[in-house]
Structure formats: C-alpha cells, structure tokens
C-alpha cells in the first residue's frame, strides 16, 4: 500500500479555502434578503453603506397595552436595517419593561431610551379627550436634543416622529431613506382627520401646493405627525426648531415644520403621494373589569409576570 503524504503547503491552502468559504457564508447569510425588492435594495445599499439612518423618535408611556404596541413596532426594526429607535418614557426614569422589548427584538445597538416627565399641568386627566391637550412635546424635544449632542451632523440620516399606536408599512421606510438633503419629504396617511387620507395636493411638476384636509385645514400645514421625515441637517441649521406647548390644538406639526421648510420645498414620496403606507390607528383603551375585581381581593392576574 502506497503512503499518501499530504505536504504543509497543501494544508495551508485548504485552511485558506475553507477560511473564505467561511466569510463568504456568514457575509451572505447576514446581509442578504429575500424579502420584496425595495427591502432587498435597502440591505444592498446597508451593505454598501449608502443608506441613510432613519432615527425613529417614539414617545411612550406606562399603560396596559405599552408592551404590546412596543412589540409589534419593534418587528419593524428587526426587518429595516438602517432604523435606529430613540424611545423617550413620559417618567421619572427609563423602565425595565420598556428595555426588555428592546434587547428581546435583537436591537442591543440599534436604541437610545430616554426619559422625562410631562408636567403635571400637561398630563390628561382621568376622562380627558386625548386631544384635549399636547401629548409628546417633553420627550420629543429631548430625543432632538439628544439627537444634536450625540449624531454626526455631516452624515446624512433622516428623523421620523413614530407614534407607537399607529400602523406602519416597511416600505414607508425605503420611501423615507430617499428623502435627499435639506429636505423634508411628505406622503399620505390614511384613516385620519375623520378621513380616509389626508395627503398633499401636487401640482404638474410635483411641487405641493395644499392638502385636502377636512380639520382646520387653514394650518400651515394640516397633516399628521406620521406624514413627514426630516433630513437630520435641518435641525443643526435651525437650532430653535422644536415642539412647544404655547400652540393651538393640532398645531405640532406646523410649529416643527415652520422652522425647516415651506409648502413649495416639501419633497413627495410614496409614488407622487398616491400610496398610503402609514395608518393613523389607535387602540382601543384596554377594558380590565375582571383584573380591578382581583385587585380589590389583593389578588392580580399577572403577578411575577411581565404583560
């Protein structure tokens, strides 16, 4: 029987082969997707680092369902990979509960949590209309000051207000990722102002030139919070941009925008503004008769579990 020798040289190339194979799998497996065009063109561009960062600002606070509208939202970071979540608590300090849901999605260095407390002359009270007074200005104001301390302003990302009750489509998000610098991009939102969209009116050569909002549409600009991004640079221009208390009902949205743009500057997104990618739903408030009858017995459905 003949010895079969197998020279170093020969081991070492193997090695170097299989190394390769290695990388070549882990790099594929990590960075490809098998998803609907526009998301595998988004990894295509993550992985040539040409798409921008969307930082998604969430104001949140404790309620029974927090946990359970912050999950369905967190599914949207696991599928988007340029999403950053800044999520702002209306308490006195970050909770547990809250970043369980964050490290649970995967996103360990993908979120900044915050908190700061709405004035007690801010805070809705017992049956108070949710419109009644503004919600979200503290935590939105501090996630923007975060945002000017903390991000490169020469690198071009885009800021989102993410309510965490509203309906979201991941394709919202490769439309947003193209809104171009100094920019402010605007698109449809359905299911809101007792419509079933609002959306901005364009013109032959695609400029807005209104809305066709149904409430007080002599605002500046009558849309929802969820109809517009931002170009990050926009806010290291105009510093004294921010949200404010001193503003009539459903004016939020045009005391941000009037620091940053005009109608004529906003750029449209989601096919000329004909798709409605974002839905302004809202749950229903969670109904526990049966829990507040256990908790009268110093009893609770939930004890040692988080809901």
Known sequence: MSEVRIRPRQVLVLIIVFIVVLLMVHRNGKHTCQGPAYLQAMYSKAQADTLPKIYAITPTYARPAQKAELTRLSHLFMLVPNLHWIIV??????????RNVLLRAGLDNRFTQLNIKTPPEFKLQGKDPNWIKPRGVEQRNLALTWLRSNVDAERHAIVFFMDDDNSYSVELFAEMSKIKPGRVGIWPVGLVGGLMVERPLLNDNNQVTGFNAAW???RPFPIDMAAFGISIDLFFKYPQASFSYEVQRGYQESEILRYLT???????????????????????????????????QNKRSDEGIEV
Request: aromatic fraction near 2%; glycine fraction near 0%.
């Open 89 to 98: 608590e209306d308490s006195n300090s970050t909770t547990t509960l809250v």
């Open 216 to 218: 007080r549409p002599e």
């Open 262 to 296: 005009t109608r004529e500057q906003l750029q449209p997104l989601a096919n000329n503004c004909r798709d409605v990618l974002v839905w302004h739903t809202r749950t229903e408030k969670t109904k526990l008769s049966a829990e507040e009858a256990l908790q009268r």
